[in-house]
């Protein structure tokens, strides 16, 4: 579906901050790929990254006029959370094809939005959930749809990152609600959130939620000298029931002290359990039958799953995308997808400010 003469679908990306530089990365590994255009609204960042990545494109403030540029095919889009939905629906709109990061919005509205123009548009879409391309993820993933282990009755999921651990950190804008929605909700567990559903197969239709912000003021970033109150959450934790009548636990903290990044999910089942660790990237096994049940929990042999580059889960996510537009098929997750996990979020948000359980909006 590319339109160039070498072949190649062609790129922009909007907002040049830290997690543009890791994707773009892989888009120009990828021998289908090329970076076109820019846009960034902050005065010459957009040529420092141009320059980082040995890159020449066009470069605009306004990314509609990106968007109206010739020879544009896909966008990724890796502004703040607020800007997501507006800049996502113009690029699907103007038949681009559109990998947005997450979480998708601040406003269950805006992801509704967001699907509706998906589906009017003969494009891809997909939403940055980058824990479905850890090769262990995939394993497991096509393990328990080969494998009937029965009725599952408990999901755990944990994200957590220590990054917010020193009371000094200062106030970035992913500790303003205006511009993230949710703190740590959206930001990590929106990921095991995804993960949880994904795995299982199965959706989250009730919760009950607590957040809880730590640190009520940081250093501003502007002036150390000055405090700054932080608007959203530090950690979250809740309990689910999926509609296939499992209990899931889950959790994420920025505030996890000694867990630079580490998340994890386990599934327990009517004939056997499963756990996958992303710090050993091991995918465990216990069963109540058959041979492997004298062994307790035994290793899965995930190294010989030929799925993507193990430790580049960027680059399969990237290269999915890109075959994805090349062929025709569609990419997971979608909007669609995504839409499933901000809902969830959604009544996590309400039930924590309410005290009490929520349902999941349909």
């Not at 896909?74 to 947005?100: F, M």
Request: glycine content about 8%; hydrophobic content about 40%.
């Amino acid at each position: 579906m590319a339109a160039s003469g070498n072949g190649k679908v062609r790129f922009g990306v909007i907002g040049t901050g830290m997690q543009a530089n890791v994707l773009t990365g892989p888009v120009l590994k990828n021998p289908h790929t090329e970076v076109v255009g820019l846009a960034e609204i902050r005065e010459g960042v957009a040529e420092s990254f141009a320059e980082r990545h040995a890159i020449h494109p066009a470069i605009y403030t306004d990314y509609r006029e990106l968007l109206a540029m010739d020879g544009l095919d896909a966008v990724i889009v890796t502004t703040p959370n607020y800007l997501h939905a507006q800049i996502a629906i113009a690029a699907v709109e103007a038949g681009k094809h559109t990998l947005c990061e997450k979480p998708m919005t601040t406003e269950l509205a805006d992801a509704r939005a967001m699907v509706a123009a998906e589906k009017k548009a003969d494009v891809r879409t997909m939403v940055g959930y980058t824990k479905r391309f850890f090769r262990g993820t995939r394993f497991l993933y096509d393990f328990l749809r080969r494998e009937d282990l029965g009725r599952v009755y408990h999901v755990r999921a944990f994200y957590f990152q220590s990054w917010l651990c020193n009371p000094n950190a200062p106030t970035v804008w992913r500790l303003e609600k205006e511009k993230t929605g949710t703190g740590v909700l959206g930001d990590l567990g929106s990921h095991v959130t995804d993960l949880s559903q994904h795995l299982v197969g199965d959706e989250i239709t009730r919760v009950s939620g607590m957040m809880k912000t730590f640190y009520p003021e940081r250093p501003s970033l502007d002036d150390p000298e000055k405090k700054q109150a932080v608007e959203v959450d530090d950690g979250v934790a809740y309990t689910a029931q999926f509609k296939n009548g499992a209990l899931g636990t889950i959790e994420a903290s920025r505030n996890a002290t000694g867990n630079p990044d580490h998340w994890r999910v386990e599934i327990l089942a009517e004939k056997g359990a499963v756990i996958y660790d992303s710090v050993d990237r091991r995918v465990q096994l216990s069963m109540i039958e058959g041979p492997s049940r004298h062994a307790g929990w035994v290793d899965l042999s995930v190294s010989a799953y030929r799925y993507g580059e193990e430790g580049f889960e960027n680059q399969n996510e990237i290269d999915h995308f890109v075959e994805c537009i090349r062929t025709g098929q569609t990419p997971t997750p979608t909007f669609e997808d995504g839409l499933r996990t901000e809902r969830v979020m959604d009544a996590v948000a309400r039930s924590s400010l309410a005290g009490t359980a929520m349902d999941v909006e349909a």
